[in-house]
């Protein structure tokens, strides 16, 4: 069985922090590349990070670059996410997924693995 579970969400104020989880199980994690996607509320999916199996090649969106830090554990087949200094923006549900493309991300395309989402909120 596919599994990716997403978690560390939750309610913070601007410019705090928060630390995800993606832990996953029955797909070869560690030679794909993985990436977190998000939606805000009432908005569509917006790719916000990926890391390819090589834990040098590491690509952000310009919304987050700066604030947010990937990095991924291959041996325990889990991906991470940092995000410092959060903004109202930022508010929305996180995803993990093995899509490999901005397209692929934000168009969830069929034939990639998708957690269920951790869900932050950002307010004050």
């Known amino acids: 069985e596919v599994k990716l579970v997403e978690s560390g969400g939750g309610l913070v104020q601007p410019a705090e922090t928060l630390t995800f989880s993606c832990e996953t199980s029955?797909?070869?994690?560690?030679?794909?590349?993985i990436s977190w996607v998000r939606q805000a509320p009432g908005a569509g999916l917006e790719w916000v990070s990926r890391t390819t199996n090589r834990v040098i090649n590491i690509y952000y969106a310009e919304s987050v670059k700066g604030r947010f830090t990937i990095s991924r554990d291959n041996a325990k087949s889990t991906l991470y996410l940092r995000l410092d200094d959060l903004k109202p923006e930022d508010t929305g549900i996180y995803y993990c997924s093995n899509c490999y493309s901005l397209n692929a991300c934000s168009a969830k395309k069929p034939g990639y693995y998708w957690g269920q989402g951790t869900q932050v909120i950002v307010s004050s």
């Open positions: 029955g797909f070869a994690f560690s030679s794909q590349g």
